[in-house]
């Protein structure tokens, strides 16, 4: 995992485990949250892009909420960055960037 702090706020930049499903994501997210709260961050975020619907599920899931979608953002960043693909996951194609917030303390379910 990859990761920024900026001030109160922390941004995921980067979040990938070799073994889906298993509960590596959930172990690293927790890892983060408990750091996270220890020096006084007030809320995690993370973007994502349209296609991801995993990503979507998992944070969610755990707690993140939708919190802003820039449309066509996948797509003007593939004007700067061609090896960014035109369709993603599951047929869809990538299109729009998605941010997702947590507040900390998480608390229970």
């Known amino acids: 995992m990859i990761y920024r702090v900026w001030g109160l706020a922390a941004e995921i930049v980067a979040m990938e485990a070799v073994e889906i499903r ?3 994501g959930t172990a690293m997210l927790a890892a983060l949250v408990g750091k996270m709260e220890g020096i006084g961050v007030q809320e995690i975020w993370v973007t994502t892009t349209n ?3 995993d990503a979507l599920r998992f944070y969610q899931r755990r707690g993140f909420r939708l ?3 820039r449309r066509d ?6 004007a700067l960055k061609s090896a960014i693909p035109a369709v ?3 047929g869809i194609p990538i299109r729009d960037e998605l ?3 947590v507040e900390l303390p998480l608390r229970g379910g």
């Open 88 to 90: 993603g996951a599951h």
């Open 51 to 53: 296609d991801n619907l």
């Open 73 to 78: 953002a996948a797509m003007a960043a593939r």
């Open 22 to 24: 298993r509960g590596v």
């Open 99 to 101: 941010d997702l917030r």
């Open 67 to 69: 919190e802003a979608m």
